[in-house]
C-alpha cells in the first residue's frame, strides 16, 4: 500500500487505497473468496498500480467499539503487508471472532501472499 502522510499514522488508509464507491461491484463479481477464522476476503483483479481495500464489519459484529477495534488492526495490517504481483480490490468482511493483532498481522500477510500467486 502507498504511504500518505499522517493519515497512515491515524490508522486509516491512504485515500488512494480506499475501496469506497465500488464494493458492490467487488462482492458481485468476486473473482476470489478466501476464509479464515476472523474474516473473509472477497477479491478481484483491478488492473491498477495498487491495492485497495475495505472493511465491512456488520452490527452482528458486536458494539461500535468493538467493530472499529477489528476494522482498525485489518487496516493496520494491511499497511504493513503488500504484494508485488496482481493489483487486487479487497473487502475484508469480519466475523464475531476477535483475536489479538498478531493472528490478524499473520492471517493477513498469508491471504496477500496467496493471492499474490
Known amino acids: 500500500m502507498p504511504t500518505v502522510g499522517k493519515k497512515e499514522e491515524s490508522g486509516l488508509?491512504?485515500?488512494?487505497?480506499?475501496?469506497s464507491k465500488n464494493v458492490k461491484q467487488v462482492l458481485e463479481k468476486q473473482d476470489l473468496r478466501i476464509h479464515t477464522p476472523l474474516f473473509t476476503l472477497v477479491a478481484t483483479e483491478n488492473f491498477l498500480d495498487l491495492n485497495r481495500a475495505?472493511?465491512?464489519?456488520?452490527?452482528?459484529?458486536?458494539?461500535?467499539?468493538k467493530r472499529n477495534r477489528i476494522r482498525r488492526k485489518i487496516?493496520?495490517?494491511?499497511?504493513i503487508s503488500s504484494n508485488?504481483?496482481?493489483k487486487y480490490?479487497?473487502?475484508?468482511?469480519?466475523?464475531?471472532?476477535?483475536?489479538?493483532?498478531?493472528?490478524?498481522?499473520?492471517?493477513?500477510?498469508?491471504?496477500?501472499?496467496?493471492?499474490?500467486?
Open 13 to 19: 488508509l491512504p485515500k488512494k487505497a480506499r475501496l
Open 54 to 65: 475495505a472493511v465491512i464489519c456488520s452490527r452482528k459484529v458486536g458494539n461500535a467499539v
Open 75 to 79: 487496516v493496520s495490517t494491511l499497511n
Open 84 to 86: 508485488n504481483g496482481k
Open 89 to 117: 480490490d479487497m473487502v475484508f468482511i469480519a466475523s464475531p471472532n476477535e483475536g489479538p493483532f498478531e493472528k490478524y498481522k499473520e492471517l493477513v500477510a498469508g491471504v496477500i501472499i496467496k493471492l499474490g500467486k
